[in-house]
C-alpha cells in the first residue's frame, strides 16, 4: 500500500505556479519523497526527490517540511504540458516504487 | 537515443494466445522492472532484475515469466493470456537497486496489451 495521501485532482492556471502537497506521516528516517509524474499515455517520469532538505533541479522544487511528515513539490511556471498525473511515493532501500493515486494536475490556459 | 525502450508498443491478441514484450536499456543500468498498469490507471510492480537475477517477483501468476538475457535487457513473456491480462505493462530500469540504496527508475514508454 501507498504510504503517501494526495489530493485526487488539482487545478491551476497556465504560467502560474502548482503547488502539489504530500502527506507522508509514517515516513522512516531512511525513506526519501519521490516524485514522478505520467502524462496522458506515456510512462512515469522521474522529477526530483529528497530526504531532508529542500531541492530544486530544472523541473521543479521539493519542499519537505521540518518534521519530514508532508512535502510541496512546486512547478514555478507550470505550463499546459506539464497536465499529467503527479505521484508523491516514499522510498526506502527496497527499491520497489509503490504508486498510489497520485493527483490529477490540470493546467487551465 | 531512447533510454528505455519497448516493444511492441501496441499489442491485440486472442485469449489462450503466448505473446512476448521486450525491454531494452542504453543506460548501463544494473537493474531492470516489469509494472502493469490496469483500467484504473494503478501502476504496481510484477518484476524487478539486478544484473539477470530475479530480486523482486510480486503475487503475478505463473504464466508471467521474465527473461532477462544480458543486464540491458528485461523480457516478459505470457503464456495462456486471458482478458484480465489486458494493461498497459511499462519497463524501467534503475542504476543499482541493491537492498539499502535507492534509485531513480527511469521508465519506457509502455506496451498497451488488448486481450479479445
Known amino acids: 500500500d501507498a504510504k503517501t495521501t494526495q489530493p485526487t485532482s488539482m487545478d491551476c492556471a497556465e504560467g502560474r505556479a502548482a503547488n502539489l502537497p504530500c502527506n507522508h506521516s509514517t515516513i522512516s528516517g531512511n525513506e526519501y519523497v519521490y516524485w514522478y509524474r505520467q502524462i496522458h499515455s506515456q510512462g512515469p517520469q522521474y522529477i526530483i526527490h529528497g530526504l531532508k532538505n529542500n531541492e530544486t533541479n530544472e523541473m521543479a522544487s521539493l519542499i519537505i517540511t521540518e518534521d519530514r511528515k508532508s512535502s510541496t513539490l512546486i512547478l514555478p511556471h507550470a505550463t499546459l504540458r506539464d497536465t499529467a498525473v503527479y505521484y508523491c511515493?516514499?522510498?526506502?532501500?527496497?527499491?520497489?516504487?509503490?504508486f498510489g493515486k497520485g493527483t490529477k494536475l490540470t493546467v487551465n490556459p | 537515443d531512447t533510454a528505455v525502450s519497448q516493444t511492441p508498443k501496441y499489442l491485440v491478441t486472442q485469449m489462450g494466445n503466448d505473446k512476448s514484450i521486450k525491454c531494452e536499456q542504453n543506460?548501463?543500468?544494473?537493474?531492470m522492472y516489469w509494472y502493469k498498469q490496469d483500467s484504473k490507471k494503478f501502476l504496481k510492480i510484477m518484476f524487478s532484475?539486478?544484473?539477470?537475477?530475479?530480486?523482486i517477483n510480486e503475487t503475478v501468476p505463473n504464466r508471467f515469466s521474465p527473461k532477462s538475457p544480458d543486464k540491458a535487457h528485461l523480457n516478459l513473456h505470457i503464456n495462456s493470456l486471458e482478458l484480465g491480462d489486458s494493461a498497459v505493462y511499462f519497463c524501467?530500469?534503475?542504476?543499482?537497486?541493491?537492498?539499502?540504496?535507492?534509485?531513480?527508475?527511469?521508465f519506457g514508454p509502455g506496451t498497451r496489451l488488448t486481450v479479445l
Open positions: 532484475y539486478n544484473n539477470k537475477e530475479l530480486i
Open positions: 511515493i516514499v522510498q526506502g532501500g527496497s527499491e520497489k516504487l509503490v
Open positions: 543506460l548501463g543500468h544494473d537493474t
Open positions: 524501467a530500469s534503475s542504476e543499482s537497486g541493491t537492498s539499502g540504496s535507492t534509485d531513480t527508475q527511469y
